[in-house]
C-alpha cells in the first residue's frame, strides 16, 4: 500500500530526466521512481504517484504546491518530459473538407499541421479554462488559457462563439 507523501517528508534527486532517486527523511532510499498523475487531465499538481521500475506505486504527492520551490521544479521538470504536451499558443489556418478539420497551429515546440475528424469529442474544454485536443493520430495538444487566445484563434476554435 502506498504511503502518502507531504513537502517535509521527502528529498529528490533528478536522474535521466523523467526519474527521480528519492530519499525520505526516514531514511529510505528509492532509486529511479517515475512520477505520474493519478488524475492526468484534471489534477494538476495534486495526487502525483512515484512508480518504481515495475509499475509498482511506492507513494503518492498530495499536493505538490506544499513541497519546496526547489524539490517542487525537480517533480514537474520530470513530469514535464514525460508527458511533453505540446501547448497551443495561436492557431494559423484551420479548413474543413468532408467534416475533417486540418488545423495549422504555433505551439510551444514549432508550427505545426494537425487534422480533427469530430471536433465534437476531439475539443475538449476544461473547467480550469485549458483547452485539450486530440487529433486523429490520438497526438495531444493543450491550450493553457482559452482567454489568452487572441481573437482570430478564438474564432477558429469556436466559430459559434
Known sequence: MPRYVDGNQVRFTVKDRI??????YSGE???????RR???????????????????NVAV???????????????LSALEEFYNMPRILRFIKMT??????M??????????TFEIR?????????????????DANDN???????DDLDKKSKKMLFPKL
Open 19 to 24: 526519474f527521480l532517486d528519492t530519499e525520505f
Open 29 to 35: 532510499k528509492f532509486e529511479a521512481l517515475e512520477p
Open 38 to 56: 493519478l488524475f492526468p487531465v484534471s489534477g494538476g499538481n495534486k495526487y502525483i504517484a512515484l512508480l518504481d521500475e515495475n509499475g509498482n
Open 61 to 75: 504527492i498530495r499536493d505538490l504546491d506544499a513541497f519546496p520551490q526547489e524539490e517542487k521544479e525537480k517533480v
Open 96 to 101: 474543413e473538407k468532408y467534416r475533417i478539420w
Open 103 to 112: 488545423w495549422t497551429a504555433e505551439t510551444d515546440k514549432g508550427v505545426i
Open 118 to 134: 469530430n471536433h465534437l469529442t476531439a475539443v475538449k474544454p476544461l473547467f480550469d479554462g485549458r483547452i485539450l485536443i486530440k
Open 140 to 146: 495531444r495538444y493543450e491550450i493553457p488559457k482559452f
